[in-house]
């Protein structure tokens, strides 16, 4: 019996460790038009690179999971538009909606390839 409840511990343990954090938002232009294939790329502070990412959906809508609580940076990109950067903090909560992102043109990089 007491083999059973330290296996029980030792499971309910590895969940948590391996908990991750899913964070979901959408991403439009300055029009309001969803934008498609927005790369978003996350870190944690304090680190140099790049954990992971993903891209948005055709509806500009993008789910990417965290591995743990922290303080990451998140990083959107996208070609003739200004790339935007946030810190945030992601702690225990399961789910973060990070609401309507809106990227703004480039004009500079626009006007550098004509």
């Avoid at 055709?58 to 959107?76: A, D, I, M």
């Avoid at 990227?103 to 626009?110: F, H, P, R, S, T």
Wanted: avoid cysteine.
């Amino acid at each position: 019996m007491k083999k059973y409840k330290i296996l029980l511990i030792a499971l309910v343990s590895l969940q948590f460790t391996f908990a991750q954090i899913n964070v979901k938002g959408k991403v439009i232009d300055q029009q309001g038009t969803p934008v498609f294939g927005v790369n978003i790329s996350y870190k944690n502070i304090g680190e140099t690179s790049n954990h992971g990412g993903t891209i948005t959906e055709k509806n500009g809508n993008f789910s990417l999971e965290l591995p743990q609580s922290g303080t990451y940076q998140l990083k959107l990109n996208y070609i003739g538009m200004k790339p935007q950067s946030f810190e945030s903090l992601f702690d225990e909560e399961k789910e973060y909606n990070l609401g309507t992102l809106v990227l703004e043109e480039n004009i500079q990089q626009l006007q550098s390839v004509y």
